[in-house]
C-alpha cells in the first residue's frame, strides 16, 4: 500500500491520544488488545473488536463478534460488514469510541446548524447530532444517550412511559426488558450533558408515576 494512505479514521471521541488512524495497511484491527493495530484502552471495547480491510473500490469494516457492537451510521453491523464512504460515522460498544471516515483529498462539507425549535434542541436522527441553541453538541451522545433523546423528540411535548422509552431506546432487548433505574441513570446523564441546570430541568421533565416528557418550551 501507499507510504501516503488516500483514507483515514478521524477520532472524535474515545481515543485520547489519538487524533488520525491512518489506513495504511491491507488488514486493520481494532480492539482492547496490545496485539491490536489500534489499541482502545476501554472495557468496553472486546479485544478484538472490529476489522478494517482493503478491498477493491475502498475499505470494508466488519464487526469481529464483539460484544457491544460496532456501529455505521447508526446501524448495527452484520455479518456482511459495511463498504465505508466519506463521512461515515463508526461507533465501537455504543458510542463509547466515535470515528469519522475520510478520503484523503476530499474535502467533507461542514454541517450548518438547522433550525432550532422553539425549545433550542434540534435531534438530527440521520447524523446521530444533537444541536443546543443552534450549537453542535460536542462530544457527542453516546449511543444509548441519543437513543434515549430521540424517542423523547419523536414525541415532544407528549408524556413518553417508561415501556416506550425502554422499546425505542432498546430496540435489542426483548420486549423491552429494562429497569427503571436504567432508564433513570441513562436520563440523568442525558440531562448532565443538555440541561442548563441538571437539578431543575427545562428539556426533559419527570412525568411522576409515569415517565418523561420532552418540553417544547
Known amino acids: 500500500m501507499a507510504d501516503n494512505p488516500l483514507s483515514v479514521l478521524i477520532v472524535e471521541q474515545g481515543i485520547p491520544d489519538l487524533r488520525v488512524i491512518p489506513l495504511d495497511r491491507r ?12 489499541f482502545i484502552d476501554n472495557s468496553y471495547v472486546s479485544r478484538i473488536h472490529a476489522q478494517i480491510t482493503e ?14 457492537g460496532t456501529f455505521v451510521n447508526g446501524s448495527r453491523l452484520q455479518e ?3 463498504i465505508l464512504e466519506g463521512g461515515d460515522r ?31 434542541l434540534f435531534v438530527d436522527t440521520r447524523s446521530r447530532e ?9 462530544p457527542p ?4 444517550e441519543f437513543d434515549v433523546v430521540n424517542v423523547l423528540y419523536q414525541r415532544r411535548g407528549e408524556a413518553c412511559s417508561k415501556e416506550d422509552i425502554a422499546l425505542g431506546g432498546w430496540p435489542e432487548r426483548a420486549g423491552g426488558d429494562v429497569g427503571d433505574q436504567e432508564i433513570e441513570q441513562t436520563v440523568r446523564r442525558v440531562r ?9 430541568p427545562r428539556y ?12 417544547k418550551d
Open 55 to 68: 478491498e477493491v473500490g475502498g475499505y470494508m469494516i466488519r464487526d469481529l463478534d464483539s460484544r457491544n
Open 130 to 138: 444533537v444541536w443546543l441553541q443552534g450549537e453542535l453538541l460536542v
Open 90 to 120: 463508526v461507533e465501537l460498544a455504543e458510542g463509547q469510541v466515535v470515528l469519522r471516515y475520510q478520503v484523503r483529498g476530499v474535502t467533507l462539507s461542514q454541517p450548518s446548524a438547522p433550525a432550532v425549535d422553539d425549545a433550542g
Open 204 to 215: 426533559v421533565i419527570t412525568v411522576r408515576g409515569y415517565g418523561y416528557k420532552l418540553s
Open 27 to 38: 488488514i486493520c484491527l481494532l480492539g482492547a488488545s496490545t496485539s491490536a493495530d489500534v
Open 192 to 200: 448532565l450533558r443538555i440541561e442548563p441546570s441538571p437539578s431543575d
Open 80 to 82: 456482511e460488514g459495511h
Open 141 to 144: 451522545l453516546s449511543r444509548k
